[in-house]
């Protein structure tokens, strides 16, 4: 690979090595699944069919829509009743969806907003207005 | 009253286009900027926490085992991570193997300089605009191409009409026509070329000699058609075999400067070409173009080129 990937003709937010798309995939796994293991899971699966359909060559890949894809299968995990989740991404966790996808994909910071709101299906304002909301959920979840 | 899209405002985000104003405004309000990094300082906490969750070394193996499983025929690099990530303890593969489309990953809260810096990648616009950087340097190599060309088709027309004349083809079928002769078809005319005028004028032919070869000693001339044109052709003889040709340059398309002398290689003599008061003169020998050109010098003074 030889420079930014690009992704459904967005660039990414900065210029972000493979290696942190998919951290990031975990992280936004992780805090849908609430488990390591299923979104140890659902991140591979989802990396796996990506680079199939890019003929198996990672450079290929089109990384942003990872994100798509794991926002679409938001609610495809199993429901457990604790999870190892502390602090912040527990908190996170416990909102609910969208509004948790569409923070976390906020809080990864690797994606333009407007991929984002597109992403969740939302105009730009809207997006802010669901940042807001989830903002004072965690905060008041904090106290 | 803060904008809608306030709580979207983040160091990394600012640059934005759709934040760009609102952040602006933010920042030059001394309320809305307390409120802003409140705002920045909370989500730092979080950002904080989540960057923290990171796949392990060997969870990243894994992952590329499976991904090379997937296409056995092609392996995929290996996922490395960038050099200045603080997930440095999740790195895998070497770090000299620069499959990465590495560049450090974005700090949480960036100066806006420092986002300056960053901004050439990150605008979408301005990404695009760098897919036709490879066409200026194709248009100029097009341009560069085409004046080469264009200079060498005029710099080797100019040799050509410099080093050639109109009507050198014509004086070459001429002198291949010389190839056949057997001797029969002349009228012996046993004089000198000056006094082949008079020959001329009773063939109503009116051809003027060069002075040069006036001296000449002729042994058999003929008037011919060639090409619907009268030529007067002699044998001659000083130091060595020659054959004039004598016309009305007109009559075969035949264009040169009057007095200048020009070489034409046949297939088996060589001519001297010349115009003299309206008669194409060509003194022709077997030989080549180097023994013609040694012949006009010795006989052509440097006053009549």
């Given at each position: 690979m030889s420079g930014p990937i690009e992704g459904d003709s967005i660039c990414p937010?900065?210029?972000?090595?493979a290696y942190d798309y998919i951290q990031a995939l975990y992280r936004l796994c992780l805090v849908q699944s609430g488990s390591d293991t299923a979104a140890e899971s659902a991140a591979h699966d989802i990396l796996s069919e990506a680079h199939k359909t890019a003929d198996r060559d990672l450079a290929n890949i089109n990384f942003n829509g990872l994100f798509r894809t794991a926002f679409q299968r938001r609610d495809s995990y199993a429901k457990i009743s604790e999870n190892k989740l502390t602090d912040w991404p527990r908190l996170l966790h416990s909102l609910p969806e969208p509004q948790r996808s569409t923070v976390t994909l906020f809080y990864l910071e690797i994606l333009p907003l407007a991929f984002i709101a597109e992403i969740v299906g939302s105009s730009i304002e809207q997006l802010a207005d669901t940042i807001r909301e989830a903002r004072s959920a965690l905060a008041r979840a904090r106290q | 009253m803060p904008s809608r899209l306030f709580p979207l405002i983040r160091p990394v985000y600012e640059d934005e286009p759709e934040l760009e104003l609102v952040s602006t405004e933010a920042r030059n309000n001394a309320e809305l900027n307390a409120a802003l990094e409140r705002q920045i300082a909370f989500d730092n906490e979080v950002i904080d926490q989540l960057r923290s969750l990171a796949l392990s070394e060997a969870q990243i193996e894994k992952l590329e085992d499976s991904l090379a499983e997937d296409g056995a025929q092609a392996a995929p690099p290996p996922i490395v991570p960038p050099p200045?990530?603080?997930?440095t303890a999740a790195a895998i593969g070497s770090a000299a193997a620069a499959q990465t489309v590495t560049q450090p990953e974005p700090e949480p809260v960036a100066s806006p300089k420092d986002k300056e810096k960053a901004e050439p990648d990150r605008k979408p616009e301005e990404e695009e605009e760098e897919e036709p950087r490879a066409r200026p340097l194709t248009i100029f190599f097009a341009i560069g191409v085409g004046i080469i060309a264009t200079i060498c088709l005029v710099g080797y027309l100019v040799w050509d009409q410099m080093t050639s004349f109109q009507g050198v083809d014509r004086i070459t079928e001429l002198l291949d026509s010389a190839n056949g002769l057997t001797g029969d078809e002349f009228e012996a005319v046993q004089t000198n070329t000056d006094s082949l005028k008079d020959w001329f004028l009773l063939k109503n032919q009116h051809f003027i000699v060069p002075k040069e070869f006036a001296s000449t000693r002729t042994i058999a001339c003929r008037v011919f058609q060639f090409h619907n044109a009268d030529v007067g052709q002699v044998m001659a003889k000083d130091n060595r075999e020659l054959l004039y040709f004598l016309f009305d340059p007109a009559d075969l398309g035949v264009k040169l400067k009057n007095g200048k002398w020009e070489v034409v290689e046949g297939e088996r003599l060589v001519g001297g070409v010349t115009v003299v008061e309206g008669t194409c003169f060509v003194v022709a020998f077997r030989g080549k173009h180097d023994d013609m050109q040694t012949y006009l010098a010795k006989k052509v003074t440097p006053a009549n080129q």
């Open positions: 937010l900065n210029s972000v090595s | 200045a990530s603080v997930q």
